[in-house]
């Protein structure tokens, strides 16, 4: 048997549990240190890239260097709508 120790991807926390499954079948996860309890949900595997924190933050990364958006999408390999509704989340 093997332990995996899961860190939370938005406040590194170690109090994670077993959220249900995602509707394409994969395990979800629910941080039990975020938002005072209610915690934050997240997997480990995302099935499309647009959705992971990682690429999240490089958008907005890319963004504040003068990136343009069609540009972004294109290095990222994610849809122009990904990289536009996530700016307008971060304004």
Known sequence: MIIQVLHCPHCQGTDIVRHGKSPEGKQRYRCRQCREGRGRTF???YSYAGQ????????????????GIRDTARVLQISPQTVMSELKKRT
Do not use: C, F, R
Request: glycine share 6%; aromatic share 0%.
């Open 52 to 67: 992971s924190p990682e690429v999240k933050g490089q958008i907005v990364e890319m963004a504040m260097n003068a990136s």
């Open 43 to 45: 997997l480990l595997n």
